[in-house]
């Protein structure tokens, strides 16, 4: 609920529309990585973890150093 308020998460879902789209536009709209949105939505199993990942940022931390 830190990154992403409970209300602004409420009225995201109630659009009923998950795709990438969607997800990029509302993350952009409060301020957050796309692949955060994507983090909650399948941890709160509003997404399967299968999907959406394409929108997560992977990091190396071998590589960063």
Do not use: T
């Not at 709209?29 to 959406?52: F, K, M, N, T, Y």
Request: aromatic fraction near 6%; charge should be negative; charged fraction near 30%.
């Amino acid at each position: 609920n830190l990154l992403i308020p409970e209300l602004a998460l409420q009225q995201f879902l109630a659009r009923k529309k998950l795709d990438d789209e969607a997800i990029e536009l509302f993350a952009s709209e409060i301020g957050i990585a796309p692949g955060i949105v994507v983090g909650r939505l399948q941890r709160d199993v509003c997404l399967l973890h299968s999907q959406c990942n394409d929108l997560k940022r992977r990091f190396d931390w071998d590589e960063m150093n």
